[in-house]
């Protein structure tokens, strides 16, 4: 098992920063880079509790498909993703928010295991948890942007 713990401050409110971390259309803007697509469940708007996305995008070249479910949510405090179907044995990624007097504390804790044995761990050691970490610090400065100018209004309102 490996873990990427990232720790992001937002000089914005909790709530927006909560919301935009929950936005398949900001998800969608901070991984263009990867042609990812929504295209089943939840494609657009918030995702919420009990809901699903099915994402597509091209990753060490090939066409790969992920589901994930919101296992838990606490507004606006913590919300949990886990993988339903997807290239990982298993995927747990814990979005929590802390407010703090001049803005919001976001702490990613991505706990995630590959296939393959031995293989697979080795893998994740030379590459997968490397690519997992910049996909999440990528996504964590585009939520930032949004969320610290007026960008977050087309978003959210």
Known sequence: MCTIHLTTFIAAPI???FDLSRSISLH???????NKE???GITSGLINKNETVTWRAKHLFKIRYFTTRISEMQTPNF???EMQKGDFKSLKHEHHFKKIDNGTIMIDILNFESPYGIIGKWFNKIYLKNLLQKLIVQRNIVIKDYAET????????
């Open 15 to 17: 709530e927006r920063v």
């Open 28 to 34: 969608k803007i901070s991984s263009a880079h990867t």
């Open 38 to 40: 929504a295209i089943g």
């Open 79 to 81: 919300f949990i993703d």
């Open 150 to 157: 007026g960008k977050w209004k087309a978003l959210l309102n």
